[in-house]
């Protein structure tokens, strides 16, 4: 009994130094500006940038075609502008790109993205909050094979799709390390280092000992500005945000439907309670 309480007692410590670890590691998320899922208009923005851009390389199985009407487009308009994997609007959004070409350029067969918005929520936020972050955190890194690295999602195998629009960008990663004996494995001290990356994707790296020993591991992400993009960054935040909400509707097409159902129903269920409310008062008023 006693070692159950102590166990009880110890446990939200417990808990408040897990979660005190999963919270200090990681790049920060930003927040996606929820508004756009229920923007028309950035939805079918999002559309057509996921097929121009996205559609090459990921496929969208579990959607098809004739589910983008649910956000205003029209059949003809699908067919017209949008109908480039498929032959008919009732088709799976199939990706272009073949299964043996995929292997061969990356490695891998890129992922299916049909519910990657439900698949990436977290703790640290929602699926769309890690995409928005994802697609605004690559920076140049000439020692990767494709030229391109993430702050969110390091050594990422897919290259930045985007960088015409959003330029490139350098960054700085600042990282504490512990110094340990080579005998004993103690911790002697502690070394700051800096690996700093240009614009042009140039490494360069520089470490100084740390006085004291009261610090603590960390790394850290400091993106630099984009430069040269098509696009400034507010523009391209918006772009980015527009192809995140259709990703984030794409994963539940009807989840609309539902919210719009959904408030139908409580108001249908309150005006019965008040009608039943009324029905039970008539009812024993007599009684009484």
């Known amino acids: ?15 408040g130094l897990s979660l005190a670890q999963a919270s200090g590691g990681g790049y920060p998320l930003d927040h996606f500006p929820v508004e756009k899922l229920t923007d028309v208009a950035a939805l079918q923005s999002g559309a057509k940038l996921f097929v121009n851009y996205c559609l ?12 983008l009407q649910d956000i205003g487009l029209t059949e003809d ?10 032959e008919k ?17 990356f490695g891998a067969l890129p992922p299916d993205l049909s519910v990657i918005a439900r698949a990436r929520a977290s703790g640290s936020g929602s699926g769309a909050d890690w995409l928005y972050t994802y697609l605004r955190s690559y920076y140049r890194d000439s020692t990767r094979a494709t030229g391109w690295n993430n702050a969110l999602f390091e050594n990422v195998g897919m290259p930045h799709v985007f960088w015409e629009l959003q330029g490139t ?3 700085s990663i600042e990282e504490i ?3 340990k004996d080579e005998k004993t494995a103690a911790v002697t001290g502690f070394q700051k280092v800096t690996i700093a990356f240009d614009s042009a994707g140039q490494r360069s790296e520089k470490a100084e000992k740390l006085e004291g020993k009261n610090h603590h591991e960390k790394r850290e992400f400091v993106l630099g500005k984009a430069e040269g993009g098509k696009l400034s960054q507010s523009q391209y935040d918006e772009t980015v945000a527009d192809l995140v909400a259709y990703i984030t509707f794409m994963s539940d097409p009807s989840a609309r439907a539902r919210t719009q159902l959904g408030v139908w129903v409580l108001l249908f269920l309150s005006i019965l309670m008040v009608l039943a409310w009324w029905l039970n008062r008539e009812f024993w008023k007599d009684v009484k």
């Open 177 to 179: 390390k512990p110094v």
């Open 169 to 171: 960008r350098g960054v």
């Open 56 to 67: 090459n390389c990921h496929g969208a199985s579990s959607m098809r075609y004739n589910r």
């Open 1 to 15: 009994m006693k070692t159950f309480r102590k166990f009880i007692a110890a446990l939200p410590l417990a808990l």
């Open 89 to 105: 609007v009732g088709e799976q959004m199939k990706v272009a790109i073949t299964p043996d070409d995929a292997k061969e350029w």
């Open 77 to 86: 308009q699908i067919r017209k502008n949008l109908l480039f994997s498929a």
